[in-house]
């Protein structure tokens, strides 16, 4: 086992795989936190920040090893769980900014310019994710449910009338998604009011998600974890309110949705390809 | 409506790791996250070789579902990358 005060600067081989930075770490969570390869993770320290690093072999890691091993979805599936388990344990313990899947230095020299070069951003991010936690919620459509029971009556008599079912029946499907589609939009708005920061991931492929019925609301939201149960509250709340969306609430995550440069304000959605 | 807590962490205890769903995961870690500039994997923010990770998981998982209809979300439509708001892309400097 390696230390974990000390990093090895051997170069060369192995590079480092990093999982996310923090302000402070407990080098007793580090010492017991298998990293990619199963040996424990390090801390490499810069810039008042320390960035938790796994040594990783570049045979495997490597830029050309992973342009193969990404394609691999056994290999795929066991780096994201693997780096997963990392951050959600610093996460834990205290604010972290999440790196991306596979970002991948030299050594522990360029981890540390990194942590140099980005030090503002990533201190402003540190601040901004203290105390707080991502929440997921999905919402998926229920196609049976009508949200109000707004047309019957209308100008004309029966033949207008029958014309109106009949243009009903045939434009149930498209419906359904709009009333889905407002549904997810309304959720959202009153989410985003209850959250620090929010935004929409593209809907999740039915194919992935296993789910019986396409996903109109993929949203993510930062909440202070004083705020939590009240937002899980909202999130009852709400699927009462839209029975056309079945929601399905998942959390805390780390921060993943919430690092990104230029943070999508509260409640300002960017609208997915729905 | 039902809401399922399916915590990734479980808050009463937190030695009990949950698997969390992979595409679940997939949505945050490989279309969000701080991507520094790695000097090897700068091209994991390049959104074809995304893309193709993917496509190869679609196919996977297909085989053991129903294909998708063309409703809404669109058969085409590929989760994941998150091109609108993936905030890290630009630049691939982190």
Known sequence: ?274 | MVTTSLAPNSADDPLAYRPVALVDLLDRVLATGVVVSGDITLSIADVDLVRISLRALIASVGALAPPEPPAAGGAAAVPGPDAPSAGALPGGDW
């Open chain 1, 1 to 274: 086992m390696r230390s974990t005060v000390e990093p090895p600067t051997d170069a060369g081989d192995t590079g480092r795989w990093l999982h996310g930075v923090l302000r402070e770490a407990d080098l007793g969570l580090l010492s017991g936190l298998p990293g990619m390869t199963g040996e424990p993770v390090r801390p490499v320290r810069a810039a008042g920040l320390v960035a938790v690093v796994s040594a990783v072999p570049l045979t495997e890691y490597g830029e050309e090893a992973l342009h193969r091993n990404l394609e691999d979805l056994a290999w795929l599936e066991r780096v994201a769980r693997a780096h997963h388990r990392v951050v959600d344990a610093l996460a834990r313990a205290g604010a972290v900014v999440p790196a991306r899947l596979a970002t991948v230095h030299h050594d522990d020299g360029r981890v540390a310019a990194s942590l140099t070069e980005r030090r503002a951003e990533l201190a402003a991010l540190l601040d901004r994710l203290t105390g707080r936690g991502e929440w997921g919620v999905k919402g998926y459509v229920v196609p049976g449910a009508v949200p109000q029971a707004e047309e019957t009556a209308g100008p004309g008599g029966a033949g207008a009338a029958y014309l109106r079912r009949r243009r009903a029946q045939l434009t149930a499907r498209e419906d359904v998604q709009r009333n889905a589609a407002a549904a997810a939009a309304a959720v959202h708005e009153a989410l985003s009011r209850h959250a620090v920061a929010a935004r929409r991931h593209a809907p999740q492929d039915r194919r992935l998600s296993g789910a019986p019925t396409a996903m109109a609301l993929n949203g993510a939201y930062l909440v202070d974890a004083t705020a939590a149960a009240g937002f899980a509250g909202l999130v009852e709340t709400l699927g009462a309110r839209h029975p056309e969306l079945r929601l399905e609430l998942t959390g805390p995550w780390p921060p993943y949705s919430f690092v990104a440069e230029r943070p999508a304000e509260p409640a300002r959605v960017r609208e997915p390809a729905w």
